[in-house]
């Protein structure tokens, strides 16, 4: 098995937001700020290889026609841990990330993984693919809130970047999200199709 490129494929030829669009949610409401962004992955990336870890250990006992009820637990468990934790020790952000703590439950990248990748093989397969959709993830978030808290909030993890320059507030608002994360599509597909034509003209 090659571990660097079963790793990597969540950072680029399976990315979950720019190439699987999926975890959508999220990635537009919390990336107002990239401290939002690290702390929304580390969240995430915890509940993913945590149920990813278990999906895999369990895979030969669970019955077909039950595994999604139970991945469902799984990773429900694996959030309360999460939001439990934040609210006890970081409740400043567990109030900024609010609702998108519990939602994880619902990220279609989890479940996906789970149904897709970690319920057909090892354990050690499943934490390589759940680390790199993990850092997948934790990346574009993190590029799209530092787009978004720099223009439209002249900050970058709190601090003010140039006093006294007026932000675009634009920015930080939805439409702001949409237009960073499209950029953000279009710069992918530019460089996956010149990388794809590199290729054909060797």
Known sequence: MDYFKEFFKG?????????????????????????????????????????????????????????????ITIIASFVIIVELTLKAFQPDVYKALGIFIP???????????????ASKNSVISSILDALGMGLGFGLTLFILATIREVLGANKLFGYVLIPGMKPAILMILAPGAFFTLGLLLWAMNVIKARKALFKRTE
């Open 11 to 71: 950072v680029w030829q399976k990315n979950p937001i720019l190439v699987l669009g999926i975890g959508m949610c999220p990635t537009l409401a919390v990336t107002t700020s990239a401290s939002n962004a690290v702390w929304m992955t580390i969240a995430t990336t915890f509940v993913l290889l945590g149920s990813n870890i278990l999906v895999s250990a369990i895979r030969t006992i669970v019955p077909s026609h039950v595994r999604i009820p139970i991945f």
């Open 103 to 117: 939602l994880i439950v619902v990220n279609c990248i989890i479940l996906g993984r789970a149904e897709e990748f």
